[in-house]
Nanobody, 124 residues
Framework: QVQLQESGPGLVKPSKTPALICAVS??????????WNWFRQAPGKGLEWIGA???????SYNPSLSGRTSIWSDTSKHQFTLHLFSATPEDTAVYYC????????????????WGQGTQVTVSS
């Protein structure tokens, strides 16, 4: 059973660059054909796919975020990390990580496993 657990800073001041971590257990993040995704859900809105990193370290991102995100993995710690550059109050959301096989799960129905989510609030 694959399990994912997010952790993050909680409260972030505007213009800072928070790092959110997703710890993975039950599967190696380098296992062939696995993809590791980040989503977020802002208050009153649906889930938004942010981006993903695959088993080989290749990344893909939602162009609507205009290059404000970066995802990288630490295979020794079995985790992958999302950086959100120059945070604004509009980035306030619950952030989720998810695992998928065969490709990034840009549609939530194609994600295989989910974390519980972590709240990030951007406020001065």
């Amino acid at each position: 059973q694959v399990q994912l657990q997010e952790s993050g800073p909680g409260l972030v001041k505007p213009s800072k660059t928070p790092a959110l971590i997703c710890a993975v257990s039950g599967e190696s993040i380098t296992t062939n054909n696995w993809y590791w995704n980040w989503f977020r859900q802002a208050p009153g809105k649906g889930l938004e796919w942010i981006g993903a990193i695959d088993y080989s370290g290749t990344t893909s991102y939602n162009p609507s975020l205009s290059g404000r995100t970066s995802i990288w993995s630490d295979t020794s710690k079995h985790q992958f990390t999302l950086h959100l550059f120059s945070a604004t109050p509009e980035d306030t959301a619950v952030y989720y990580c998810a695992g998928s096989t065969g490709g990034a799960c840009k549609e939530t129905s194609t994600c295989n496993y989910w974390g519980q989510g972590t709240q990030v609030t951007v406020s001065s």
